[in-house]
């Protein structure tokens, strides 16, 4: 059960993460039918902000050239445009080396704690049980020892004041006590 709600809060934490990280994909709802959209090439010049603005994340900043440039879609890394280092895309505040840096130590996160969750909740639950049981069956013998030793101890005390009793008379021998 433990690890199955480890696995939920790792789903949970990775649709947070990818909501935070990833760009806003819906059009505006208030553009002017016939004012076209700006492109990548018509951000050109301006600052990182306004050419990540643009909807869909169609965009990439290379801030060495101060240049707003469609993203290459047929490749994964916009390497032959911009440095890495120097490219953002989805967000300013990071470049897309420390993106990709980031996405890969998460994931790396992910995988190491989904491993160990079923590793943690399959292969050792067997193993778990039987060491349980073999607890177990210990504390009952050590219950077991403590009660025959509790009884021999009364027993020894009721026989030692019984002897008492009759050394002083005290004992009634019509077996009411």
């Known amino acids: 059960m433990m690890c199955l709600k480890g696995v939920l809060l790792l789903v949970v934490l ?14 505006p709802t208030s553009a002017n039918p016939t004012t076209p ?10 600052d990182c902000d306004k050419c990540l603005s643009i909807p869909g994340g169609k965009c990439f900043y290379c801030s ?13 890394f916009p390497t032959k445009d911009c440095k890495l280092k120097n490219a953002r895309w989805g ?3 990071i470049n897309f080396q420390a993106l990709l840096i980031s996405m ?27 060491k349980w049981a073999k607890e ?3 504390v009952e013998r050590q219950k077991e020892d ?14 030692r ?14 077996g009411s006590d």
């Open 104 to 130: 890969g130590v998460i994931a790396g996160i992910i995988l190491i704690a989904i491993t160990y969750c079923v590793c943690r909740c399959c292969c050792c639950k067997s193993n778990n049980s039987a």
């Open 146 to 159: 403590r009660q025959l030793r509790h009884d021999q101890k009364k027993a020894d005390r009721k026989a």
């Open 91 to 93: 967000t300013c505040k």
């Open 37 to 46: 959209a700006p492109t990548c090439a018509d951000m050109s010049g301006s």
């Open 14 to 27: 990775g649709t947070l993460l990818s909501t935070v990280l990833s760009t806003a994909t819906d059009e």
């Open 161 to 174: 004041n019984d002897e008492i009793r009759r050394k002083y008379g005290l004992l009634h021998d019509d």
């Open 136 to 138: 177990d069956a210990k």
């Open 64 to 76: 060495t050239e101060n240049k707003c440039a469609d993203y290459p879609v047929g490749d994964i």
